[in-house]
C-alpha cells in the first residue's frame, strides 16, 4: 500500500472520507566531526556545504518514512497537511520532525456530475454562442470546486 502525501490540506483529484490521527516522524542527527572540519574549512571559502546537505536529505528522508509506517498502521490512504520542524537538541545535534494529518482518500470520479433533479431541459435554446463552444473543465477544476477538508477540526 502506498501512502500519499501532500503539504496541501486536501489530496487533489481524491476526496477526503475519514480523518484518523495526527501522525509523525522524527530523527535526531548529530554532525560528523571529519565532515564538520571540512564544513568549517569551506566556510571560510564560501560555497555549498554538501556533507550538510546530504545529512538533511539523508533526515527528512528517514522522518518521513517513520511517518509513513505510523499512517499505514492507521489504514491511511494518504497524509494530508504535512509539515517540517526542525530543532536544535544539543551542540551539534537536531531534530528533523515532520508531521500530518492521516487520512482515507477516495479518487474522484472522472465522469460529468449528475442532474441532481433527474431532468434534461431539451427545450431550453440559447441562442448565445458562447455556451455551446465553451471548452470542457479539466478534472482539476471539477476538484476545485469541491469543499475542502480541514485537518485542524
Not at 72 to 94: C, H, Y
Amino acid at each position: 500500500m502506498t501512502v500519499q502525501l501532500s503539504n496541501l490540506e486536501h489530496l487533489p483529484n481524491y476526496q477526503i472520507t475519514e480523518r484518523l490521527d495526527v501522525v509523525y516522524g522524527s530523527t535526531v542527527r548529530s554532525k560528523h566531526v571529519g565532515k564538520d572540519l571540512f564544513a568549517g574549512l569551506k566556510n571560510i571559502v564560501g560555497g555549498e556545504l554538501t556533507a550538510y546537505t546530504e545529512l538533511l536529505e539523508e533526515s527528512r528522508q528517514e522522518a518521513i518514512d517513520r511517518m509513513v509506517v505510523k499512517a499505514e498502521a492507521l489504514g491511511a490512504d494518504a497524509v494530508v497537511g504535512l509539515r517540517f520542524s526542525t530543532s536544535s537538541i544539543a551542540q551539534g545535534a537536531s531534530e528533523l520532525f515532520v508531521y500530518g494529518t492521516a487520512v482515507k482518500a477516495v479518487p474522484l470520479s472522472q465522469q460529468p456530475p449528475s442532474n441532481p433533479s433527474g431532468h434534461t431541459d431539451f427545450n431550453n435554446h440559447n441562442n448565445d454562442q458562447s455556451h455551446s463552444q465553451a471548452a470542457p473543465q479539466s478534472p482539476s477544476t471539477a476538484a476545485d470546486d469541491l469543499p475542502r477538508f480541514n485537518p485542524f477540526g
